[in-house]
């Protein structure tokens, strides 16, 4: 009842209390356990604080010492490379992921693997712009998810270019202007980014990466309460991630989709009552406060990128092949079968096959298909070969390292 006083353990209650510790301390038997007859554990020796202090010291310093002996050896290679140094002629993608792959086989703690391979990307980050950083063309503005996926991918030693469309990152990397671009492909909760596949219809672009990216929407805005927010300005592919989200906590807020979550997050800044969902880094370059985080509809909510280039590259030993494909009749029965069969007799898995117009006349589609496997390999070549004679149209968009951070 309420107001009444706790009764304290009576005797045989204390009792039965001290035997069962006493229970436990022998194990539940007779016999006392090696604690038990040992008494209580002695304290641990004293830490001598500056012995360990020094001895990082030590470790540090021998650290900085390798670094710049890798980084003396990179100059040196691209020396070796050509003539007057330029990053963007001895940047090789499979190189690296062999690098990130080694560190992450070898690693056995304590930190995790994460940890290395961002440790080594920025390695070879700096390494790689000694003579001058390499210029990376990206979907932006700052804040975006694909500005995240450039720097999780070459590293903070790059010059970074935001651009306002995917048709101007392609742009400025077949001008040269840039010397790679990064541009979404797909989601894995919303599918396809069609605008970034019809690009390759005419680009003369190549594939030379791929970059994986787990996806954690916030949102954010100057007001102190989800009550205050009158709309909410995001990307549509971000507001169709947090659909679920929305409809159950804010139901009857307006949706306002725009170019871009940094732009959501620009018009969450200058705007009362506009709220945007985006990433926490947005939150920071905008300065908005983080109302709810991780509000995506599902936990695995992952973007995939492509890295953007102007030539192939070797394979890495674990590589992805795309390809743009097409047959003369796309309509006939049993056309794309025929197209595939070459794969299936050599032994090539097909990931992902996607259908886009082909805009040589209507309801005639062609086909970008991912494969595993690097161009260049025997029995992807051979495939390869074989599909091509059966296609009326056929490119190697890219063969290029698989994800590795």
Not at 30 to 51: F, H
Not at 370 to 388: C, N
Request: hydrophobic letters at 40%; proline letters at 5%.
């Amino acid at each position: 009842m309420a107001g009444r006083k706790k009764k304290s353990a009576t005797p045989v209650k204390r009792a039965a209390a001290v035997a069962a510790r006493g229970s436990r301390a022998t194990g539940g038997r007779g016999a006392p356990t090696a604690a038990a007859s040992q008494g209580a554990p002695q304290p641990s020796r004293p830490v001598d604080l500056d012995k360990v202090r020094s001895e990082i010291d030590s470790i540090d310093e021998r650290i900085h010492g390798l670094i710049n002996e890798r980084a003396r050896l990179a100059q040196l290679v691209g020396i070796s490379k050509t003539r007057d140094g330029r990053t963007v002629d001895f940047y090789r993608p499979e190189r690296e992921a062999q690098v990130l792959r080694r560190a992450r086989e070898r690693n056995a703690g304590p930190l995790r693997d994460e940890e290395i391979l961002r440790l080594f990307r920025e390695i070879m980050s700096a390494c790689l712009a000694q003579q001058e950083p390499l210029k990376v063309a990206f979907l932006g503005p700052e804040g975006t998810f694909t500005q995240a996926a450039v720097l999780r991918h070459f590293g903070h030693s790059v010059r970074a270019l935001p651009l306002a469309s995917i048709d101007e990152v392609f742009h400025e990397v077949e001008a040269a202007t840039a010397d790679f671009g990064v541009v979404p492909i797909e989601n894995s909760t919303e599918g396809t980014v069609n605008h970034t596949l019809d690009r390759f219809l005419a680009s003369p672009l190549k594939i030379c990466g791929e970059v994986e990216l787990r996806i954690h929407h916030s949102i954010m805005g100057m007001m102190n309460s989800l009550g205050r927010i009158e709309r909410i300005c995001s990307h549509p592919q971000s507001l169709a991630q947090c659909r679920g989200w929305l409809d159950e906590h804010l139901p009857n807020v307006e949706r306002v989709p725009v170019s871009s979550n940094a732009e959501g997050a620009r018009r969450a800044r200058d705007e009362r009552g506009s709220a945007a969902i985006a990433g926490e880094t947005a939150a920071e370059v905008y300065g908005l406060k983080v109302l709810a985080a991780e509000i995506e509809d599902r936990a695995d909510n992952t973007t995939r990128f492509f890295v953007l280039g102007r030539k192939l590259f070797s394979p890495s030993g674990e590589d992805r092949t795309t390809l743009l494909v097409s047959i003369g009749h796309t309509d006939s029965p049993g056309a794309l079968h025929r197209l595939l069969q070459p794969l299936a007799q050599h032994r090539v898995s097909m990931t992902r096959i996607e259908s886009r117009p082909s805009h040589r006349r209507k309801w005639d589609y062609v086909f970008f298909i991912d494969i595993e496997g690097h161009a260049e390999e025997p029995h992807v070549a051979r495939a390869l070969a074989q599909l091509k004679k059966r296609a009326s149209l056929f490119r190697v968009l890219g063969s290029y390292p698989r994800a590795v951070i």
